[in-house]
Every structure is written in C-alpha cells, then in structure tokens.
C-alpha cells in the first residue's frame, strides 16, 4: 500500500507546481481525510473500495446474547466493521472442524433461542440474532471502515488511489482558497481516474477463474 504521502505530494505538486513549500502535509491533511472518507463512502458498494477483508473470532459469545452491540461500539472488536459478509458459529470452545455458517435474513422471526444463532439479520450499523441457550464461538467475516488518515506515513487502505487522492486534495483546497474553477477541473480530474481504477477493479474481478467446488464443501461458501 503507498502511504499518505504520495497524494499529499501529488497535491503539492499541483498547488504550487514552483516548489516553495506552500502547502505543508500538516496544512493539506484535512482535506485529505474528507476526499479519503467521499472516496470510500461513493464506492460503499464496491468491497474493492470499501477495504480489505477482515476476519475477527469472537469467543464464548455469552448464552442469550441477541446482538453484538457490544462489539461494534466504539474500542469493541468489530469498531472498524462496515458490513458483515459471513457469519460461522460453533459451541464455544469446539473444535474449528464444529463451525457451521450462519443464513442471513432480512428480518427476524419471533422465536425462542435453540442450542444454535442460525440466522443473522444486519440492521443499522449491527447485528442480530435469536439468541443461543449455549455459549458460541463466532468468526465474522467483513468489510472494514477506511479509519481516518493520521499521519503522511500511514498506509491507504486501497492500491492504486494515490494520484485519486491528490487530484482530489488539491481540488478541495482550490476550492477553499476560492479558486472554484481550478478546484472544479482537479475534482473532475479525479472522478475521471476513479472511473478508470473502477474499470480496472472490473477487469480485474472478471479475470477470476473458479475451480469446481471441492467434494464436501459447506452450502453457499464460495471455492477460488
């Protein structure tokens, strides 16, 4: 991953092409983060965009438990979760052989809690479940939050969306020193090369061969 750095110097390129040091890091990070955060917020339904993957194994999910509020509130271990894709449960300390996969729903039914979550509904930023009358071990698979850039050092969460970010920096920061026009032109600038790195996301994804399926393998999980 480029870090921070490379669309900041981007930016400063285009802002001050003579190099007298006008634009500090520390001056164009603001602006930065909000063309980081309309970045990924426009592509929120492209999990290329959105960010990597992640996997987190909650234990000894408490009998009873109907949500995981909990864990998606701030410091809690699914803080940075924007979506969940997949959800696994086993009885708590078994063996990962024991994980079964979760459906998810788009509404919950009634019922009383059985030995086993089941099914999961997502709704406003959480998740929920009927609730177990055991303790469960459960491995959520999800998309993660672009967390805010706090350094020119830090990593973008994504490759390819240096030269994105600068163009869209600069923008941002023309159009605040009220150079609209120009600020119009480097925002148009960067729409334009976010289409293309779409394109290639497309491309990319297409490109994917699938092999058959292995003998055995569990209902509704996909095999590359």
Same mark, same amino acid.
């Given at each position: 991953?480029?870090?921070?750095?490379?669309?900041?110097?981007?930016?400063?390129?285009?802002?001050?092409?003579?190099?007298?040091?006008?634009?500090?890091?520390?001056?164009?990070?603001?602006?930065?983060?909000?063309?980081?955060?309309?970045?990924?917020?426009?592509?929120?339904?492209?999990?290329?965009?959105?960010?990597?993957?992640?996997?987190?194994?909650?234990?000894?999910?408490?009998?009873?438990?109907?949500?995981?509020?909990?864990?998606?509130?701030?410091?809690?271990?699914?803080?940075?979760?924007?979506?969940?894709?997949?959800?696994?449960?086993?009885?708590?300390?078994?063996?990962?052989?024991?994980?079964?996969?979760?459906?998810?729903?788009?509404?919950?039914?009634?019922?009383?809690?059985?030995?086993?979550?089941?099914?999961?509904?997502?709704?406003?930023?959480?998740?929920?479940?009927?609730?177990?009358?055991?303790?469960?071990?459960?491995?959520?698979?999800?998309?993660?939050?672009?967390?805010?850039?706090?350094?020119?050092?830090?990593?973008?969460?994504?490759?390819?969306?240096?030269?994105?970010?600068?163009?869209?920096?600069?923008?941002?920061?023309?159009?605040?020193?009220?150079?609209?026009?120009?600020?119009?032109?480097?925002?148009?600038?960067?729409?334009? #090369?976010?289409?293309?790195?779409?394109?290639?996301?497309? #491309?990319?994804?297409?490109?994917?061969?699938?092999?058959?399926?292995?003998?055995?393998?569990?209902?509704?999980?996909?095999?590359?």
């Amino acid at each position: 991953m480029q870090p921070a750095q490379t669309a900041i110097a981007r930016a400063q390129a285009l802002l001050d092409p003579s190099g007298q040091g006008l634009f500090s890091a520390e001056r164009l990070m603001p602006y930065l983060n909000i063309a980081y955060s309309t970045l990924r917020d426009e592509g929120m339904t492209m999990r290329t965009i959105t960010a990597s993957e992640a996997v987190v194994v909650l234990p000894a999910v408490a009998p009873g438990t109907r949500d995981l509020g909990a864990y998606v509130a701030p410091g809690g271990m699914l803080a940075n979760m924007a979506a969940p894709l997949a959800l696994r449960e086993k009885p708590a300390g078994a063996d990962d052989g024991s994980y079964t996969e979760m459906a998810r729903v788009a509404e919950l039914d009634p019922a009383l809690p059985s030995e086993t979550l089941g099914v999961f509904e997502w709704r406003g930023g959480n998740v929920y479940f009927p609730g177990a009358t055991q303790a469960v071990d459960l491995e959520v698979r999800f998309e993660q939050i672009w967390p805010a850039l706090q350094s020119p050092e830090q990593a973008l969460a994504a490759v390819g969306i240096a030269s994105i970010l600068g163009y869209w920096t600069a923008g941002l920061m023309a159009v605040a020193m009220r150079e609209q026009s120009l600020g119009t032109q480097y925002v148009a600038e960067a729409r334009h #090369l976010l289409f293309q790195w779409l394109q290639r996301q497309v #491309l990319d994804a297409q490109a994917i061969t699938l092999r058959p399926r292995p003998f055995g393998s569990r209902p509704g999980r996909q095999w590359l």
